[in-house]
Structures are given as structure tokens and as C-alpha cells.
């Protein structure tokens, strides 16, 4: 049961983790694109 509480525990830290660096990838992305507007 602990183990299981745990397992479910790391994937909702991994979930939040990774949303974490799509979201900051995407802006810096975005930055990227405002300084060279044109490439």
C-alpha cells in the first residue's frame, strides 16, 4: 500500500516536473523567436 502511494507520488512530481520545463521551453522559444524575427 506504501509502495503503491509512493509510486503514485513520484509520477505526479514527474507530471508537474515536466509541464514544469515544457512551459519554460516554450517561452524561451518564444523569446528566441521575438529577438530574430526573422528566421
Known sequence: MISILSVKCFQLISIIVLIRYEVSFAFAKADFLKA????
Open 36 to 39: 530574430f524575427p526573422a528566421i
